[in-house]
């Protein structure tokens, strides 16, 4: 008797215990990692509520393979070394996938750690041609690339400030080098000479030094390649010593932080980033979804959607999550998105990238 009791308690543990094992053998791993604190967090707050909803929405549907997805948020900080932590972080959590990082600086370390430990890699943001030039099998992003932005800026600003003083500013980043350089070789190529190029550190709050430099050079054009808290700065700063200049950055200004930082100054500042996705038809379900949870899906909240959208399509047509199988039939679709069909090249770029112009007008951004 004592002997069948032990047997029928041993039995009904074993029961309980498949039965507590069953969720978390239902699920998938994956990760959203960008700078979810620091001084460029309304981006990562960007990254975090567009992969967020996009995880809700297909676990609401079914999940992914009949599995649902459980998203792990890194926060990097936009380091570099930081980023490196949170990649073997998701690489100890059995991530498969990661949508991300933000900031290049950050996606280009993490993406060696990503291809070692076999997961793949969407950015939504990451612009630097260097993080896809080299081929590597697992990186794709939904965004564009900053040759491509580059040439936008570059070819608007030869247009329509020939003849005009323009000084072209970096802060020295990745991304902000990255997209200055490539704004400067577009700039010379259309046979626009820049009066200045100069570096600046980012994260300093006085840059009235070299406002000071600017004012000195009579300079009427300032393109900044930097992200929106040195350029809003910067800015306020121009307008304190008396400047009355144009102001041109990139996709980095997309956040309305950048306002909160320039007040009335970063009137009429000038961005490239394409088209607004929050106008595109295949978004209207999505961000109706986001407004009414009282968010703005601006700037690259719908970039980093696209990316588990069309990462959790490209898995359940292999019939897998093993990411370099999932990483092939990804390279060889056409996958329908929040951002509308989005194609790769063998890089891991996308076929059609559309940067356009946008003016900040009384704390808003708009296209011109």
């Not at 981006?43 to 992914?64: H, P, S, T």
């Not at 950055?249 to 961005?271: C, H, N, P, R």
């Not at 999505?286 to 601006?298: H, M, N, S, Y």
Request: aromatic content about 8%.
């Amino acid at each position: 008797m004592l002997k069948k009791t032990m047997f029928a308690g041993a039995a009904s543990l074993a029961a309980i215990m498949a039965v507590a094992a069953t969720p978390a053998m239902a699920q998938i791993q994956i990760g959203a990692a960008g700078p979810m604190t620091g001084e460029y967090a309304s981006f990562g707050q960007q990254l975090k509520e567009g992969a967020g909803m996009a995880v809700d929405d297909i676990n609401a549907k079914g999940g992914v393979l009949g599995k649902k997805l459980v998203l792990n948020v890194g926060d990097d900080a936009c380091d570099p070394k930081q980023a490196v932590s949170v990649a073997n972080d998701m690489a100890s959590k059995k991530v498969v996938f990661v949508d991300g990082h933000f900031c290049s600086s950050s996606s280009i370390p993490a993406s060696k750690v990503y291809a070692d430990e076999g997961i793949l890699q969407i950015t939504p943001a990451s612009t630097n041609p260097a993080l896809t030039d080299k081929g590597t099998w697992n990186i794709f992003r939904t965004c564009g690339r900053d040759d491509q932005q580059g040439k936008v800026a570059g070819d608007f600003m030869a247009k329509e400030f020939k003849g005009r003083k323009i000084a072209i500013l970096n802060d020295n980043t990745a991304y902000g080098k990255g997209l200055a350089d490539e704004t400067k070789k577009n700039l010379n190529l259309n046979g626009v000479k820049e009066t200045l190029y100069e570096a600046y550190v980012p994260g300093e709050k006085d840059y009235s030094a070299l406002v000071s430099r600017l004012k000195q050079a009579n300079i009427d054009v300032i393109y900044i390649g930097g992200y929106h808290t040195e350029t809003g700065l910067i800015m306020r700063q121009a307008k304190e010593q008396g400047m009355h200049v144009t102001v041109i950055g990139g996709d980095a200004l997309v956040t309305k932080e950048f306002w909160q930082i320039t007040g009335s100054a970063g009137e009429g500042a000038m961005m490239t980033f394409p088209s607004d996705p929050r106008l595109r038809p295949t978004a209207a379900a999505v961000v109706k979804a986001f407004k009414a949870k009282g968010i703005d899906p601006e700037g690259y909240v719908l970039y980093a959607y696209a990316a588990v959208q069309e990462w959790a399509d490209a898995a359940n047509k292999a019939g897998t999550v093993d990411a370099k199988k999932v990483a092939a039939v990804l390279r060889a679709g056409t996958w329908n998105t929040v951002l509308g069909p989005i194609s790769y090249d063998k890089k891991g770029d996308v076929m059609k990238s559309d940067y356009v112009f946008y003016i900040w007008h009384d704390g808003n951004y708009a296209q011109m």
